[in-house]
């Protein structure tokens, strides 16, 4: 038996070596010779890198697309949104007038050219079929550069019905409609000739303009847009108190005062007339 102390240090094989010998196998560095190098400029393609998952939590094996996506979705989460425009609604840029408003360009416009306001007369409760109806032959009488708004000036009004309060559209000018154009034979033909016209406000035959202060006026009372109380009763009248202190309490109107929306009742407490001021709401006509 060879002595061991005269084999060269470092030369003794390890595990592996002993066992490639034991069964024969070719070591790996000989089938690595047996293929084509490399170039050394070459660089090993990069592993996949495995999705990253949320700071502290742990993703069992095979579960690692899952956490992918919740990564996603966090993020695109916490990105800055858009803001949400209610379905229907329609954005107008800065500086563009709502459908239906007119510029004060194009309104001076019009009225160099001879616009103006009239009333024209129509079987009541036909206000919105006339409009309607006039809005069709405006188009189908190429009428649109004389003839151009028609209005049915109505308010909200707050009303006080057994008890419930709710809010109706009431007519301002029962019976009538008002038209922006410019007159002439062809156009009066139009408005005049339309279903459920009755005919122009005027003297006589000759239809007559309404002034500018009466249209601003009529303008400004459309803009407000506050509901008005409906009264039911006037100066004088039996009315009864539905609720407050004086609830069930009955008394006659002494003094209406619209500007504070509030009417002045007299109540008969203790033998004695007493004036109580009340809100519209808080009376109701016996």
Do not use: C
Request: glycine share 6%; net charge negative; charged share 30%.
């Amino acid at each position: 038996m060879p002595d061991d102390r005269n084999r060269p240090q470092g030369t003794k094989p390890d595990a592996a070596t002993l066992a490639q010998r034991l069964f024969r196998d070719e070591p790996e560095d000989r089938e690595r010779e047996a293929e084509p190098a490399a170039p050394e400029s070459s660089q090993p393609a990069a592993a996949p890198e495995a999705p990253e998952s949320p700071v502290g939590v742990l993703v069992p094996p095979g579960e690692e697309a899952d956490a992918a996506e919740a990564v996603q979705a966090a993020d695109e989460s916490a990105a800055p949104q858009a803001p949400v425009t209610a379905e229907g609604t329609v954005e107008l840029p800065p500086g563009v007038a709502t459908p239906g408003e007119v510029s004060a360009e194009d309104e001076a416009a019009r009225a160099a050219r001879g616009a103006r306001w009239f009333v024209i007369h129509t079987y009541s409760g036909y206000e919105n079929k006339v409009r309607t109806n006039l809005e069709r032959r405006i188009a189908s009488m190429g009428q649109a550069d004389k003839i151009f708004r028609i209005l049915v000036p109505t308010e909200d009004e707050i009303e006080i019905k057994d008890g419930k309060r709710r809010i109706a559209k009431k007519k301002v000018f029962p019976g009538y409609v008002l038209v922006e154009m410019i007159m002439d034979d062809d156009s009066w033909y139009v408005v005049r000739n339309t279903p459920g016209v009755t005919g122009f406000v005027g003297s006589g035959a000759k239809p007559l303009p309404l002034q500018d202060r009466e249209v601003k006026t009529i303008l400004k009372q459309l803009g407000d847009e506050t509901p008005k109380f409906r009264i039911t009763y006037q100066k004088g009248s039996a009315v009864r108190i539905n609720s407050g202190p004086f609830m069930d309490f009955s008394g006659v109107v002494d003094e209406i005062l619209p500007e504070k929306e509030k009417v002045r009742v007299l109540v008969s407490i203790f033998g004695r007339e007493t004036p109580v001021e009340l809100d519209f709401a808080q009376v109701e006509k016996i």
